[in-house]
């Protein structure tokens, strides 16, 4: 193909922009990023050639949605936002190219369709699309987009996108039975299939994403009822460990064996067990749900040896969790469940290891927040992404559980802080 080097060239120009205008880093160093642009430059290559002139503008957005999901790892709403608006953005700076070019040359050197001037043509296209993607208002344009995209259902983007793609294959057959003298069968196979394929990796990609979501939301689907049944057990244990050492010093001053004395001695006189301390901590958590969920995530830190600090403020009362419904309950245990997770997670290979666990009252609302230190360097921007995690491609999936529950309650906020060395997950609960 003659014009394969200007596909080239104008495709890195786009990958670039894309970066720039998502603000995502791009690693020229890994195969990621080859592979990537490899697949979706030989995707427009084969629309170019074989696809009809005025279905091009339809694939091209699909092949750009393509990319940013394999090269940026974006969810299904960003990499198809992210698809046509550079798209949208690439024919603004063709249109101003052609303005500057039209009033400096004569319009049959800008229109000739040579292969160096079509080059020279796409290089000079490429810069201006860099430069309007660097523009700070072009960058916020984009995240107000976002925060609107993220408004819409998931299902409704795969829906309407496979929509397109099936009144495109009825367009197409159309022209075909139609216009067979215009349309070849060959370039209608090729072209419909590419369209096809992209549809094909979208829903792939969301039933993916759907899946990884609904097996973490099984993995935290408390019973409330099961959570204080737990709770009456924590405190029966309680009192069965206290009636024990009773024994234990009943039978320590009835007995006149040294050897047995010396034995109990040593179990009355040891220090406190890290089980005992967490349930003498957890006395000052009302009871309700919230003691039996922090309470075995506690344990969970004490046995990966990371310290913790649990603070509740006096004002928060039994009575006052009562005041919450079981639905909302019921939801903030899951919530507390992940966030508490995500937290041993975010420490476990850190050298020093530190969790704080606070309850108070603010603005006459509930408050829990959960502080872990934190090293490396986390995107704040993409953190509640599906499959966005620091931890493994098995993570990443726990805070978008998060999002939908707090969505699904008006009840609850969630959002996250970061300050100095330290990661804040912080819920408030209206009472």
């Known amino acids: 193909m003659k014009y394969a080097l200007s596909f080239l060239v104008i495709h890195f120009f786009f990958t670039i922009s894309m970066g720039l205008l998502a603000n995502e880093k791009i690693n020229f160093k890994s195969k990621r990023f080859y592979i990537s642009f490899l697949i979706t430059y030989v995707l427009l290559i084969l629309n170019c050639e074989f696809s009809l002139p005025f279905l091009r503008i339809i694939i091209n957005p699909f092949i750009y949605m393509l990319l940013s999901k394999l090269l940026f790892k974006m969810n299904i709403k960003e990499s198809v936002l992210l698809g046509i608006l550079i798209i949208i953005v690439g024919i603004i700076s063709e249109l101003i190219?052609?303005?500057?070019?039209?009033?400096?040359?004569?319009?049959?050197?800008?229109?000739?369709?040579?292969?160096?001037?079509?080059?020279?043509?796409?290089?000079f296209i490429g810069i201006i699309l860099i430069v309007i993607c660097s523009i700070k208002q072009m960058r916020k344009t984009y995240d107000f987009l976002l925060q609107i995209t993220n408004k819409i259902n998931e299902k409704q983007i795969v829906f309407i996108s496979l929509l397109i793609v099936i009144l495109c294959n009825c367009l197409w057959w159309f022209s075909y039975?139609?216009?067979?003298?215009?349309?070849?069968?060959t370039n209608l196979i090729i072209t419909s299939s590419i369209l096809n394929l992209a549809s094909v990796l979208l829903v792939l990609f969301y039933l993916k994403v759907n899946n990884k979501y609904l097996s973490m939301s099984e993995k935290y689907n408390y019973s409330l009822q099961s959570i204080r049944e737990?709770?009456?057990m924590i405190e029966n244990y309680k009192i069965n460990t206290h009636e024990n050492k009773n024994q234990f010093r009943t039978i320590r001053n009835m007995s006149k064996n040294k050897k047995i004395n010396s034995y109990i001695d040593a179990l009355l006189d040891e220090s406190i067990t890290d089980d005992e301390k967490v349930l003498m901590d957890i006395q000052r958590i009302p009871a309700g749900g919230l003691r039996g969920i922090i309470y075995s995530k506690l344990l969970l830190m004490h046995q990966k040896n990371i310290s913790t600090e649990l603070v509740i403020d006096k004002k928060i009362t039994s009575a006052k969790v009562n005041n919450i419904d079981d639905y909302t309950l019921t939801a903030i245990c899951r919530i507390l469940g992940v966030l508490l997770d995500n937290a041993i997670e975010g420490v476990n290979n850190l050298e020093n290891k530190y969790i704080m666990v606070e309850l108070y009252e603010e603005d006459k609302e509930l408050v829990i927040s959960i502080t872990n230190n934190y090293e490396g360097y986390v995107d704040v921007g993409s953190i509640n992404q599906p499959g966005i995690s620091s931890k493994g491609k098995?993570?990443?999936?726990?805070?978008?559980?998060?999002?939908?529950?707090?969505?699904?309650?008006?009840?609850?906020?969630?959002?996250?802080?970061?300050?100095?060395?330290?990661?804040?997950?912080?819920?408030?609960?209206?009472?």
């Not at 052609?98 to 290089?123: C, W």
């Not at 039975?177 to 069968?185: A, G």
């Not at 993570?395 to 529950?405: F, I, K, W």
Request: hydrophobic fraction near 50%; avoid cysteine; aromatic fraction near 14%.
């Open 97 to 123: 190219y052609n303005i500057i070019a039209f009033s400096m040359l004569s319009h049959a050197i800008v229109v000739m369709q040579e292969p160096l001037l079509v080059l020279i043509n796409n290089f």
């Open 177 to 185: 039975f139609i216009f067979n003298n215009v349309v070849k069968y």
């Open 230 to 232: 737990f709770e009456l």
């Open 394 to 431: 098995e993570h990443g999936y726990g805070l978008t559980l998060v999002q939908r529950l707090v969505k699904k309650n008006k009840k609850i906020q969630h959002r996250s802080e970061f300050f100095e060395d330290n990661f804040m997950q912080k819920i408030k609960i209206k009472v």
